[in-house]
């Protein structure tokens, strides 16, 4: 036992040291140590990182690299590179970084938001687009949005003291997401998972010592597939009967005629849990944000008030159709959402 374990101690030594050997063709920057690169030169948090990283340029000019236990960062200090690189040769620096525990692990790589530029993203862009990719479509859901912010409002109106939780109504699938993004969050902070650096780690039985990631990816990658499962589940059964809304879902479930093949299918499902999960909290903090404002800035209220009743009257909520003539209200919900 020992042995093999002095065998994998070596062999993820080695792994290691050839990720963290200096590469040919990079951007300068600071020397690194062996085995850890450059970790010493991260910022210590005593001051904001722009200004840290910001002494890099003065010491390395417009480009610079840094490895840290193998993990490569390139900083790119000037405006018109920046361009260059990532906009004018988008296809070729556009990937997002893949981390064995975040992606492979706990089951992110799922989504659209950090898949890499493969046929996956082409298609589960292609599905988006078509529901929510152009002005003519999108407006679609509006009745929906008209309804469920209604609805709010009567609530805040019958118990103003409960606020927060009619803006985020305890809903078992609301909860789930909410644990899930708590989950991805904590999955790609750097340094935190020794797979990410020592993917050789990802190998060994979940018995060995310090190896607690593998559970806590087990359990957070079976809440990763709940939400993509759960709402998908929920609308063709409520479809079965009826009974349904019009949705993302359903409406690309109609677009097939009901005959969804295996592939559609996930992506449908990936999708769509991707776009609730970013959806739900930034939604509830918008709201939420805009209540404050208005609290702490009675002054504002008071215009945007004066422009609803001047263009809308007293008689009736405005609705979409108003937007266009209330542009102060409409810069109002611009500047919450930026």
Known sequence: MLSALLILVGAALTVLYIRTRPQKNL???????????????????????????????????????????????????????????????????SGRPQFIFGNEMCGYNQFLT???????FKQQRKLVHQQLGTKTIAPRFRDT???????????????????L????????????VDQMMHNFALAFIPMTWPVDYL??????PESFPGLSFK???RDWNTKVRMVIELPFEFVKKQMRKQSHESSYVSSLIKQHDGNV??????????????????????????ISSFVLAMLLFPDIQKKAQLEIDSVVGTDRLPNFEDRDRLPYVDALVKETLR
């Open 27 to 93: 951007p300068p920057g600071p020397k690194p140590l062996p085995f850890l690169g450059n970790l010493r030169d991260l910022p210590d948090g005593t001051t904001p990182e722009y200004q840290h990283w910001i002494k890099f340029k003065d010491l390395y000019g417009p480009l610079s690299y840094v490895s840290i236990l193998g993990q490569s960062l390139v900083i790119i200090h000037d405006r018109d590179i920046a361009n260059t690189t990532l906009e004018k040769t988008s296809t070729k620096t």
């Open 114 to 120: 950090v898949l890499p530029y493969n046929k996956t």
């Open 145 to 163: 949005q008209d309804i469920e912010s209604h609805r709010l409002l009567l609530r805040i109106m019958e118990s103003p003291e409960k606020l």
């Open 165 to 176: 939780t009619h803006i985020k109504t305890p809903d078992p699938l609301a909860l789930l």
């Open 199 to 204: 993917p050789i780690l990802g190998y060994l």
């Open 215 to 217: 559970r806590i990816a």
């Open 261 to 286: 093949d295996e592939e559609t299918e996930l992506g449908i499902k990936q999708t769509a849990a991707v776009m609730y999960a970013g959806g739900s909290d930034t939604t509830v903090s918008a």
